[in-house]
Nanobody, 122 residues
Framework: QVHPVESGGGLVQAGGSLRLSCAASGSIFSINAVGWYRQAPGKEREFVAGITTGDITNYADSVKGRFTISRDNAKTTVYLQMNSLKPEDTAVYYC????????????????WGQGTQVTVSS
């Protein structure tokens, strides 16, 4: 898979949990870092969490302590575990494959998936 393929979005009540998945081949993950971004209606797309080829992780302040990004042992899937969800987490979530040399998460680069909708109700 050249482009990310996201899954796992849906409807959840505030305080609940969801796990998003971003699938690709092992060869893709070996040369690309992976980031999760989200965009709510009328707002700019924002960085949520990222993981490098060396398994170094980074999180936006708004999700620290609630979200966890990880990679499976086969190196074929990156996950975003989202706990204690809030209505303000409602957005379309996008997976992003990034060249390993580009480590500034604010730079928009690489390839993007189609997104998966996450809706958190009050």
């Amino acid at each position: 898979q050249v482009h990310p393929v996201e899954s796992g979005g849906g409807l959840v009540q505030a305080g609940g949990s969801l796990r998003l998945s971003c699938a690709a081949s092992g060869s893709i993950f070996s040369i690309n870092a992976v980031g999760w971004y989200r965009q709510a209606p009328g707002k700019e797309r924002e960085f949520v969490a990222g993981i490098t080829t060396g398994d170094i992780t980074n999180y936006a302040d708004s999700v620290k302590g609630r979200f966890t990004i990880s990679r499976d042992n086969a190196k074929t899937t990156v996950y975003l575990q989202m706990n204690s969800l809030k209505p303000e987490d409602t957005a379309v979530y996008y997976c992003n494959f990034r060249p390993s040399l580009v480590r500034n998460w604010s730079i928009r680069v690489g390839t993007w998936g189609q997104g998966t909708q996450v809706t958190v109700s009050s």
